[in-house]
């Protein structure tokens, strides 16, 4: 039987590196079809709806939104551009018949535009290549189309995929064009309309057998306090309907009958009820409170499972327990006992395919896995503010054993900096074991460089890269393989400042230390023995009493109280704690602050385990 095809839909994925525009260019596609009256109230980067999205500027859900244009709807996905975000880009690319690759007119393909494309290529999806941003004043087209070129061959993309479309555009300004703009010019089109053409020809029409029994695969979750679980569904085959009997095939083989409550489907930004669904659609369900991602939902008379869906490996893991701190309990933390803490990270492991969730030998303590540091902090970060108080551990790389050897996960890191900066750059990474594979000087004052390193050396580094070139420099990383163990690294040089009581700091004891080091705490905060208070100029730990008091006096001194400058401290925001962190210290983190801490608080106890280490080793 031929396969027959519905020409009134199409579903894409939108992939780009971080901040190229994409979230800003299905804004625009929103606004020309229609989505939104003309006096509506609509937020910039309106897919970017998770508060922590909005606060860092990137996309960490994968999202989708529907487009009606000229009688057809484009289903658009708006995935994460960002590696650690891995887990949502599979899922999103599994829903989808093609791809619109954005690429920055003048920073060019980077390390996730490489990430996502190789995703893309591998499913054996078209692409449209869109030029963003024409209208820089940097901009430079030709040679960031030659690059893109460079990379599909370089990713051994297939002959028909090369043969891309290219459009150039200008998110911001709503304007796309098949013809080549000047350097810093805008498209000469006045809307988006080459644009919907060349996805309307490019992108195919989602295919069916009018045979097959129904077949839908659930990517992503959703939940609603009406509603319950909501799963989010590409329908490959036959189709649905509100209230139907289906057969739900569970990851684990076993099938059960349930009843679809609830059909919604996406109209712009929201989900409206429907009565029906066809081929290709991509819908949201109700009614099965258990249902996993890559699940099917199959007709009950013929089911036919669909295949699972795959991530790739976890690299980095952290542990992650109750806080276990003097000060527990103590700030506007509400959920504090292990076992709400443990739900929740099971509940994490519902929607997010990308991490896991390990016991360790201790009750109130599990080790969690996932892509990268980013994805492990913003999950910190998420449950800090749904007052959950916890003890986190420095940031591990995941090793394989492969042929009796150990193996570590490796990076391949690009970094763009001003010239002046190469020396000190080069030198960090010669700490980190990076290998240098290409530099490029592009004749602008900025070098590229791209470096092999492990996982392991990254670990910290974008405080002190953005230290070395004073702000300036751009770095960006993806997983490429796994390599033999590189043998110890020794990234931070210097040691802690470690309170040695219990009590307020004080500005005369903090005066006094002030040469020792760097602090990280200010006047009347609250300490307790163990905490890390500051950063040691030397290489070694330093127990320090911050609490010490002035001896008051009525004797008079020859040169009176001298006015002493106190620096301010240095507050460290999560992701520059965790960076800090060395194996014998953890984060202790409140809705209300975030401390570094020993593992072991008690002074005397650390030192009995350095001796024992030394008689040992």
């Not at 609603?224 to 085959?237: D, H, K, N, Q, V």
């Not at 819908?283 to 099965?288: K, L, S, T």
């Not at 929607?351 to 360790?360: F, Q």
């Not at 390193?453 to 993806?478: K, Q």
């Amino acid at each position: 039987m031929p396969f027959s095809t519905r020409d009134d839909l199409r579903n894409v994925a939108i992939v780009a590196h971080v901040d190229h525009g994409k979230t800003t260019l299905v804004d625009a596609m929103l606004w020309q079809s229609g989505a939104f009256r003309e006096n509506q109230a609509v937020d910039d980067r309106v897919m970017d709806s998770n508060d922590l999205e909005r606060e860092k500027g990137i996309t960490i859900l994968a999202k989708n939104t529907a487009v009606r244009h000229n009688g057809m709807t484009i289903n658009i996905i708006d995935t994460p551009g960002h590696a650690d975000f891995g887990g949502e880009v599979e899922r999103g690319l599994s829903m989808v018949d093609g791809v619109v690759l954005l690429v920055d007119a003048s920073e060019g393909p980077l390390p996730q535009t490489r990430f996502v494309l190789r995703k893309a290529l591998e499913a054996k999806l078209p692409v449209i290549l869109v030029v963003n941003k024409t209208d820089r004043p940097d901009a430079r087209i030709d040679e960031v189309v030659d690059e893109t070129y460079e990379l599909f061959m370089d990713l051994d993309a297939e002959e028909d995929q090369i043969e891309f479309p290219i459009v150039f555009a200008s998110g911001r300004a709503g304007r796309a064009s098949l013809n080549k703009p000047a350097n810093g010019e805008m498209p000469d089109s006045e809307d988006l309309e080459p644009l919907f053409e060349v996805i309307k020809n490019t992108i195919p029409a989602p295919s069916f057998d009018p045979d097959s029994p129904l077949q839908a695969h659930v990517t992503n979750l959703d939940a609603s306090s009406y509603l319950g679980r909501i799963a989010l569904c590409r329908l490959y085959a036959g189709t649905i309907k509100k209230g139907q009997q289906v057969a739900w095939c569970r990851h684990d083989g076993s099938i059960e009958r349930v009843k679809i409550t609830e059909l919604l489907m996406t109209d712009a930004l929201e989900r409206k009820p429907a009565d029906e669904a066809g081929p290709g659609d991509i819908i949201a369900i109700a009614g099965i409170p258990e249902i996993m991602i890559g699940d099917t939902i199959a007709d009950p008379d013929d089911p036919r499972p669909l295949p699972l869906i795959t991530v790739d490996e976890p690299a980095i893991s952290m542990t992650i327990g109750t806080n276990s701190s003097p000060m527990a309990g103590r700030e506007k933390g509400t959920k504090v006992t292990a076992r709400m803490v443990k739900d929740r990270l099971d509940r994490e492991l519902v929607g997010n395919v990308s991490i896991r969730v390990l016991p360790t030998e201790r009750p109130d303590t599990w080790e969690v896995q996932g892509r990268g540091e980013l994805a492990l902090a913003i999950l910190v970060e998420n449950m800090r503010r749904e007052s959950y108080e916890l003890t986190v551990g420095k940031p591990q790389v995941v090793t394989r054993e492969i042929d009796g050897k150990k193996h570590e996960p490796v990076e391949r890191l690009t970094i763009d900096i001003p010239e002046e900066h190469l020396g000190a750059v080069t030198q960090l990474m010669a700490v980190r074991k990076g290998r240098m594979e290409h530099m490029t000087n592009h004749g602008t004052g900025w070098i590229r460089m791209e470096f092999l390193v492990p996982a392991r050396g990254l670990i910290g580094f974008r405080t002190e890269f953005m230290t070395e070139t004073r702000g300036t420099g751009m770095a960006h990383h993806v997983f490429e393989r796994y390599e033999p163990w590189f043998g110890e690294l020794r990234t931070r040089p210097s040691g802690s400042l470690v309170a040695d009581r219990t009590g307020p700091a004080t500005a005369y004891a903090i005066t006094n230390l002030q040469e020792r080091g760097t602090f990280f705490v200010g006047p009347t905060t609250e300490v307790y023995e163990g905490m890390i208070v500051g950063e040691n100029s030397r290489s070694d730990d330093m127990d320090v009493n911050i609490t010490k008091e002035k001896k008051l006096t009525n004797m008079r001194s020859s040169t009176g109280d001298e006015l002493e400058r106190l620096t301010p401290p240095k507050i460290l925001s999560l992701e520059e704690a965790l960076e800090f962190c060395r194996e014998d210290e953890c984060v202790e983190v409140t809705p209300s602050a975030v401390r570094l801490r020993k593992v072991v608080l008690d002074a005397k106890e650390r030192e009995r385990t350095r001796a024992r280490a030394k008689r040992s080793g």
